[in-house]
DNA sequence: GAAAAGCGTAGCCATCAGTCTACAGTCTGG
DNA sequence: CCAGACTGTAGACTGATGGCTACGCTTTTC
């Protein structure tokens, strides 16, 4: 609860995370993961959009660490690399809410 | 630290907050009030971009809710107006940096 | 009252982000 | 081997975002 200055670097480390979490679609498929892993099949239908565009949103997703992949043969599943993003998201929304 | 499944509506807005605070710039602004009140002067100064700048990272600040303002004559004053908010930055920080 | 300080905003431009379509690659089932 | 399912990616388009300059407004100072 201190709340130091941060040095730059950090500053747009967190920024970038924080930002990975900001889209609606993205916040939506943490909230899903967060219940368990899920197929990118089960994720599409969940969130309701293209193949294409999930596909690319959890790629970013990937890219800033939120996230973890795992391949079966034709298949990929996702998950939650952090359980303690959960609890980001869920401070979130007892904040804001 | 449940997880339901949010409603659209929660979903934009929650994203939409942090999306406000995703910004190098602005996550920065938000540490620094974290120390409590700064001046439109200081906050230039210690952000180190032009007042130009620093006013509209403000103002999307004030419509996203997470500062408030206070004028004394021709100076502002910004505040955080939850403080709950800087727990979520230290989360944020404890569990990324 | 005039000049200067402190802020906000409009207008412009460059860049990024989000989405779609189309296609390519990989695996499964027959 | 072939058809089809599943996924990733490249390219193009559109809208949003970020930054600057310039200007206008209010307040202070002289």
Known sequence: M???I???REIQ????????M???LRY????LLGRGEMSMQNLVKAINTSH????QHLALLQDSGLVLVRRVASRVYFRIRDQRTLRLL???H???A
Do not use: T
């Open 52 to 55: 294409s565009n999930a596909s």
């Open 94 to 96: 007892h904040v804001f």
């Open 22 to 24: 900001s889209h609606p």
């Open 2 to 4: 201190q709340n130091p």
């Open 90 to 92: 869920a401070m979130s």
């Open 6 to 8: 941060l040095p730059e």
């Open 13 to 20: 480390q967190l920024s970038g995370v924080i930002k990975a």
């Open 28 to 31: 939506k498929i943490i909230c």
